[in-house]
């Protein structure tokens, strides 16, 4: 199964008075990166949270953001006088070192991490109901990644078919060169009325045949795909192997441009470097 590493998710639910909401989400990163932003009262959750991404998860920058808000205004405010104490000696410090410095509003003081305690740290309902939620969250994540995933294997696979179809054209264009490449020189000879010895003449096609033989690339081009079809085809995560497959594509896609020596092969090289780019932009969204 395929998974793409672009995805969201958004879950609600309402415990207790308060409104949980966990929002997910996921996009392009070369390894696993889980960032937390929730409430002070909730940290103690955030390490088994982390290890249940990293479970289900291989490849990704994760942002996860949990909200909590008192439903129809229930609850009192309540406010964490040991913090609001260190916060305002802090600030008195600053000030016998910076006399100069203004003076701080109430309302930033409440903005404080953990100045509000809206949520006691011991309401273990509350930390049960978040992590209940988060797996839920995480779990529609999930399944936007596969039917992501799904959508990239079958784009992916369609370049691959044409790859293919253009080096299978490719092949005997390739075979008739050294006959084209003999034939353009006998004739060049014979516009310019040059005779030249049979064993030199047969040297010269043997070093123009050796070349423009663009045989190995495109038995190597055939591999590669063969080989990136075997891969999206088996368990993840394909990702990484992807990239370096599209690579090896585009470097025999360059040499057989470079070789080219008749319009066609020219073309159809160009075409395998679009095709192989167009993977290439996909292949960075898989996991």
């Known amino acids: 199964m395929m998974y793409s ?12 008075g308060r409104h949980l909401v966990w929002e997910l989400k996921s996009v392009n990163h070369r390894f696993l990166e889980t960032n937390f932003r929730l409430p002070d009262a909730l940290r103690t959750i955030e390490h088994p949270l982390r290890d249940l991404a990293r479970k289900h998860l291989k490849r990704g920058k994760l942002d996860c953001t949990l909200k909590i808000e008192q439903l129809g205004g229930r609850g009192a405010i309540s406010i964490n006088r040991e913090i609001l104490l260190q916060l305002l000696a802090a600030i008195e410090q600053v000030r016998r070192d910076a006399p100069d410095i203004g003076s701080v509003s109430p309302t930033d003081l409440l903005r404080w991490p953990g100045v509000l305690d809206d949520i006691p740290a011991d309401d273990s309902e509350v930390l049960a109901a978040a992590q209940d939620l988060f797996e839920q969250a995480l779990s529609d994540l999930i399944s936007m990644r ?9 784009t992916i696979d369609s370049r691959l078919d044409k790859i293919e179809q ?28 040059v005779n030249v010895e049979p064993e030199r003449l047969e040297q010269e096609i043997a070093l123009l045949a050796q070349k423009a033989d663009v045989a ?30 599209t690579q090896e594509l585009n470097r025999e896609a360059n040499t057989l441009g470079a070789k080219a020596v008749v319009p066609e092969t020219s073309q159809r090289a160009i075409d395998l470097k679009v095709l192989i780019e167009q993977i290439r932009e996909q292949v960075q969204n898989i996991e």
């Not at 969201?8 to 415990?15: G, K, P, Q, W, Y």
């Not at 596969?146 to 990239?152: A, I």
């Open 166 to 193: 253009i080096t299978n054209q490719l092949k005997p264009i390739a075979a008739n060169l050294p006959a084209q490449q003999k034939n353009k020189l006998q004739l060049r000879l014979a516009d310019l009325e």
């Open 216 to 245: 190995e690339e495109l038995d190597r081009l055939i591999i590669h795909v063969e080989e990136a079809r075997s891969h999206i085809n088996n368990s993840g995560p394909h990702g990484r192997r992807l990239d370096f497959l």
């Open 146 to 154: 596969q039917r992501e995933g799904e959508q990239l294997h079958h």
């Open 5 to 16: 590493m672009t995805a969201f998710s958004r879950a609600t639910a309402d415990h207790n």
